[in-house]
T-cell receptor, first 117, second 113 residues
């Protein structure tokens, strides 16, 4: 399977615990995005990387959230001290950005569904 | 599987009929628009895109129409099939936002047998 993969697919945790999600993008893609999607809404941008550099973080991303892409390949999203309001689907997407023009389409992974009890 | 968008606007269409899903956008600077399909338990899937220098683009069974005057986008699906059941999102992008896309609210397409 050469698409975007995410692990785990589902995570149930108690309030106050830390959780970490992983995203493996399409191998040749240099951009990787994290989104959050709550019920009834479209995905909301959280942050993105170009190669290993984190270029922007949304105001939605509180200090409890941190994302890394250490080698410019897979990425992790960690949420510390989870709150019930963090319950959502966390989506990862990747694309190939060309400096000569606009990026190609974003390919999304299946998401990680987080439930905070 | 997961259900995305329990309280979304819903469009019910008879199998075999054509579907038209509408979207209004607000940023006149947006120059790139995308339609995504999201099935239950899956991430959004790219359907078709259009740039602002065009007003119509056709794909396989899908057509996107762009009316920049009224900032309106539509997705037409010909001969709707049961597999078209999903939530459909329009998304927009502006150069000033460094190619990040902004999703609109979705529409659930329900196919009647």
């Amino acid at each position: 399977d050469t698409g975007v993969s995410q692990d785990p697919r589902h995570k149930i945790t108690k309030r106050g615990q830390n959780v970490t999600f992983r995203c493996d993008p399409i191998s040749e893609h240099n951009r990787l995005y994290w989104y959050r999607q709550t019920l009834g809404q479209g995905p909301e941008f959280l942050t993105y990387f170009q190669n290993e550099a984190q270029l922007e973080k949304s105001r939605l991303l509180s200090d409890r959230f941190s994302a890394e892409r250490p080698k410019g390949s897979f990425s992790t999203l960690e949420i510390q001290r989870t709150e019930q309001g963090d319950s959502a689907m966390y989506l990862c997407a990747s694309s190939q950005y060309k400096t000569s023009g606009r990026e190609d389409e974003q390919f999304f992974g299946p998401g990680t569904r987080l439930t905070v009890l | 599987g997961e259900s995305v968008g329990l309280h979304l606007p819903t469009l019910s269409v008879q199998e075999g009929d054509n579907s038209i899903i509408n979207c209004a956008y607000s940023n006149s600077a947006s120059d790139y628009f995308i339609w995504y399909k999201q099935e239950s338990g899956k991430g959004p899937q790219f359907i078709i895109d259009i740039r602002s220098n065009m007003d119509k683009r056709q794909g396989q069974r899908v057509t996107v129409l762009l009316n920049k005057t009224v900032k309106h986008l539509s997705l037409q699906i010909a001969a709707t099939q049961p597999g078209d059941s999903a939530v459909y999102f329009c998304a927009e992008n502006t150069p000033m936002r460094d190619d990040k896309i902004i999703f609109g609210k979705g529409t659930r397409l329900h196919i009647l047998p």
